[in-house]
T-cell receptor, first 113, second 115 residues
Framework: DSGVTQTPKHLITATGQRVTLRCSPR?????VYWYQQSLDQGLQFLIQ???????AKGNILERFSAQQFPDLHSELNLSSLELGDSALYFC????????????FGPGTRLLVL | AQKVTQAQTEISVVEKEDVTLDCVYE???????LFWYKQPPSGELVFLIRRNSFDEQNEISGRYSWNFQKSTSSFNFTITASQVVDSAVYFC????????????FGKGTSLLVTP
């Protein structure tokens, strides 16, 4: 158990819908990273937050957004969902915003029908 | 640009065999970190090792060992006396400061260990 929690574990929804994925980092970690794992794209970095501020952006679509709250939990919002958004979404946390090890949550498996 | 290549898509071995998973990386940065993660069938990503670009010492942890060679831009992972529980997908990843220290993953190597 990495100490990072993600909810829900599974999510099934329809095209065009909007969903919110939630992540709670390990105790003491200030950085949260979001990654998407799909069969065709592999594991891709989406976005990073550090202590409530956006720090880095990767291959995140404009339909996707995220935020980190004062209690340090983070939410990833996915809107206007398409079939291709079906993937495993991971949250990872680390102590700071440097090269510290990122510990991953169990992931949220999203299926868009 | 940074890139991680894991040329072996799938490897199948019989229990107790040794197996090496290859990882080749590309970056122009002189300071970077390399990582290995394991993804068992249950799906979570488990951290195995982190190595910085200035530390080329090989590391051994039980049946696991890692060989870092800057001259060939490789960070290979060897499992000695493999076990069925080692069956998983293994990912090599690179982190540089320009990308906010995010992990740039290879495509992964799926290892199957059969009894």
């Amino acid at each position: 158990d990495s100490g990072v929690t993600q909810t829900p574990k599974h999510l099934i929804t329809a095209t065009g819908q909007r969903v919110t994925l939630r992540c709670s980092p390990r105790s003491g970690d200030l950085s949260v990273y979001w990654y998407q794992q799909s069969l065709d794209q592999g594991l891709q970095f989406l976005i990073q937050y550090y202590n409530g501020e956006e720090r880095a952006k990767g291959n995140i679509l404009e339909r996707f957004s995220a935020q980190q709250f004062p209690d340090l939990h983070s939410e990833l919002n996915l809107s206007s969902l398409e079939l291709g958004d079906s993937a495993l979404y991971f949250c990872a946390s680390s102590v700071g915003t440097n090269w510290e090890t990122q510990y991953f949550g169990p992931g949220t498996r999203l299926l868009v029908l | 640009a940074q890139k991680v290549t894991q040329a072996q898509t799938e490897i199948s071995v019989v229990e107790k065999e040794d197996v090496t998973l290859d990882c080749v990386y590309e970056t122009r940065d002189t300071t970077y970190y390399l990582f290995w993660y394991k993804q068992p069938p249950s799906g979570e990503l488990v951290f195995l090792i982190r190595r910085n670009s200035f530390d080329e010492q090989n590391e051994i942890s039980g049946r696991y060992s890692w060989n870092f060679q800057k001259s060939t831009s490789s960070f290979n992972f060897t499992i000695t006396a493999s076990q069925v529980v080692d069956s998983a997908v293994y990912f090599c990843a690179l982190s540089i400061s320009n990308s906010g220290y995010a992990l740039n993953f290879g495509k992964g190597t799926s290892l199957l260990v059969t009894p």
